[in-house]
Structure formats: C-alpha cells, structure tokens
C-alpha cells in the first residue's frame, strides 16, 4: 500500500466519522470520494480489492475456453470457462514479462499463448510452453522451474451467475456473504435461471462515480419526477424500502405488474411463489458493486464497472426462470422488455452525472438524509465509510 493512503485517510477521518452517525444526524461521503484519482485508488485498496467484488457474470463466458478480459480500477484480470466448466478468474498477465495476456474476448483451443514470446498456459492456469527460453530449440533451461510461473489464480465465486472475486483472498467465506441475500430470496431457485440472450442485454456508460448508482438505485424517493411511466402503475407509495445492517440495501415494489404485449402473452413465472411475490418485485444493491432485481418472471443484475472516479460502466444482463421464455414466440417480449428496462435506468443518467457535477462544488458537503425515504441509501454510506476507515 502507498505510504499516502493512511494520510488520504487521516485527512478525511472527521467527515467519515460524520457518516456513521445515527441518519437524523449523518452526512454523505465527502466530495472527494467521487472526485479525487488518489481516493479511487484508496477505495481499490480497502474496499474493491479487501472483500467480495462483483466483475461481470458467466454469461459472458458461455463456452469451455471461453476467455473475456476485465477490469477493476485498471487492474488487468482474466475471466474464463474451463473444460469442465467452470468459471475461474486470474491476474490477466503474463508471468515473463508482464504483457497483458488476453487483451480481448475470444475462444482458446487449449491453451492461453502470450503473443510476445509465445508461452503458452492450460485453462487451469499451468505454464505449458516456453519455447527458445534456453536458446533456439528448447523449451527449458537449468534453475526454472515452469511449476512456479503459471497464471496467478484470485479466489472467485459465482451466484446467480454473477461473477465475484476477492484480491485479498482474506475475505470472508463467499456462503457466509452471499448468506442474508439467498435468506432473503429463498422462494427462487437459482438454478433455473437462463440469460435471455443477446436480445438480453445492454451497457450504459456514465458520466459519474460508481457509488451514485448505487445510491440511486437504492431509493424509491425520486421515481415521481425521474420515472414518470413506471410511476403510473409503481407508484411511490407502493414502495418500501430495505435497509438492513450489513452489505445490502434497496427497495420493494407490491404493484410490480407492466405490460409488455397486447395480446396477453407474458413470460412464465418461478414455479412455486408464495402470494406474496405476486405482482411484487425487489431491488436491492449487494455492496459494493452489483444490483439485483428480481421478480416472478424475470431476473437481472447490474455489474457497475468502475472506470475512474467520474466514469462508470452499467453492464445490465436479463435472466429468466423458463426455457420457455427463450424462444421465438417471446423474443418480441424479450426485447421489449430489454428496451422498458434501458428506458428506466437511461431516465437516471441526468441525475447521477448531475450529482457527478455537484460533487465539485465546495458548498456540498456530503448533504442531507431523509430518515423516511434515504434509509437504504444511507446503509451504503455507513458501509463505505466504515470500510474505508477499517
């Protein structure tokens, strides 16, 4: 850890001491949190990098040797489907010397070649080929021991397809994360999700810091004047809000009921939903990185990539609970369905990057919680503020 961090910390102790008190009395993060480059790579350090972080989903890896480079705060990793199929991830460079190993999506047929001096790794990882290392025409040479210079593997975990990963690899057990989420949604079956498709999803990319979608997304308050249309049959009274202690919060809808064609036609639902969840849904931010929506026929999430302190990219990707849902006889509700949901978060942009632009003025200083309506939003804040002062 850089020798300036403790002193970005000190310099910043009264205003995060500030977020953890009771909501009637709190204050937001301070300004810097989504502005400055060096509290960015601060939050890396303490919080991206020191627990379970969200990096994209197994969708985007479908096939066995499928390799998708991504990124967490410009560190290079390495997301892939091994032969038997399993999602694993690893630090995407090469152990010679250092070229960035996989520098786009493709199709491995066995093994991971570094295109600067060809050598070459096994999906698990395992340094295969390192050809003319002891001069034209060999592959060894005396004191290197090819067993020690393989890919370097970071401890992964995968929920709902989701993908998520632990630097540290001192994180808690992912089970005992994952744990209140899965408590909390145990009418749905995880293993019957399928991802729509390419009709299934989108990326968005904004002009703001990671954490304002998290925040916003974790309130109902605005959705009168943000989501006129989705007001009209959600209203905001028909809302609730979910703030819990721990690493969650969001909101709830009991009148979750759009329509998506004329003709009756709907997706099947989750087999086996209590009353309850009919017509509801639920929204919630699984600190840090990563939203979920769920509902009786649909499921998504949200992976936030952050890009630097004023940069996020919103990766949506849309998941069903039957086969059925993903044939030709629905794609047309499949892609209206894409497009209602782009619609609503599209709607958010103006207010996430106008908070972007309001974090430059010294006039904020961190704001205001309404203890009726901004609860979730200000678990998020307890949360990070409590991270970063460890």
């Known amino acids: 850890m850089s020798t300036w961090l403790p002193r970005e910390i000190e310099a910043q102790r009264d205003a995060l001491q500030q977020v953890l008190n009771p909501i009637e009395q709190a204050c937001g993060l301070p300004n810097e949190a989504y502005t ?29 040797g499928d390799l998708r480079p991504v990124t967490l705060l410009g ?19 090469c152990s010679h010397r250092g070229v960035e190993l996989v520098p786009e999506a493709c199709r491995s047929k066995g093994l991971i070649r570094c295109r600067y001096h060809s050598w070459s790794y096994d999906l698990d990882g395992i340094l295969r080929a390192t050809p003319f290392i002891g001069g034209p025409g060999t592959q060894d040479c005396a004191g290197f021991d090819r067993a020690q210079h393989g890919l370097k593997r970071v401890r992964s ?12 690899g001192e994180a808690e057990d992912f089970e005992h ?25 989108f990326t968005i990319e904004l002009a703001c810091n990671w954490k304002l979608a998290v925040e916003n997304y974790c309130e109902a308050y605005h959705l ?11 209203r905001l009274e028909d809302h609730y809000n979910i703030a819990v202690e721990g690493h969650m919060a969001g909101q709830g809808s009991t009148a979750y009921r759009p329509t998506l064609s004329d003709d009756g036609r709907t997706f ?5 939903l209590p009353e309850s969840w009919q017509g509801s849904a639920e929204y919630l931010a699984l600190f840090p990185n990563v939203l979920f929506g769920v509902h009786a ?4 999430s949200v992976v936030l990539e952050p890009l630097g302190p004023d940069r996020t990219r919103e990766h949506f990707e849309i998941y069903y609970f039957d086969e059925a849902a993903l044939g030709d006889e629905l794609a047309d509700l499949r892609a209206t369905n894409t497009h209602q949901w782009r619609g609503i978060f599209e709607e958010d942009r103006g207010v996430v990057e106008g908070m972007q632009a309001g974090r430059a003025s010294p006039a904020f ?25 460890g």
């Open 224 to 234: 009168p004047w943000i989501h006129p249309s989705l007001n009209q049959y959600s």
């Open 297 to 300: 026929d649909h499921f998504y």
């Open 268 to 272: 099947p639902e989750h087999p086996g």
């Open 177 to 201: 994360y994952i744990a209140p989420l899965v408590k909390r949604w145990q009418a749905f079956d995880a293993a019957r999700l399928r991802h729509g498709g390419a009709d299934s999803a």
């Open 157 to 168: 975990a995968v929920w709902c397809d989701a993908v998520f990963v632990d630097l540290s």
């Open 36 to 64: 400055s480059e060096r509290f960015a790579a601060l939050e890396r350090d303490r919080v991206l990098g020191r627990g379970w972080t969200c990096i994209g989903v197994g969708h985007w890896v479908p096939e066995p």
């Open 365 to 389: 200083q961190g704001g205001v919680f309404s203890p009726a309506m901004d609860g979730p939003t200000h678990c998020f804040h307890q949360w990070m503020a409590s991270r970063l002062l």
């Open 75 to 93: 560190l290079p990793l390495l997301l892939l489907r091994d032969r038997e199929g399993a999602v694993k991830v690893f630090h995407n460079v």
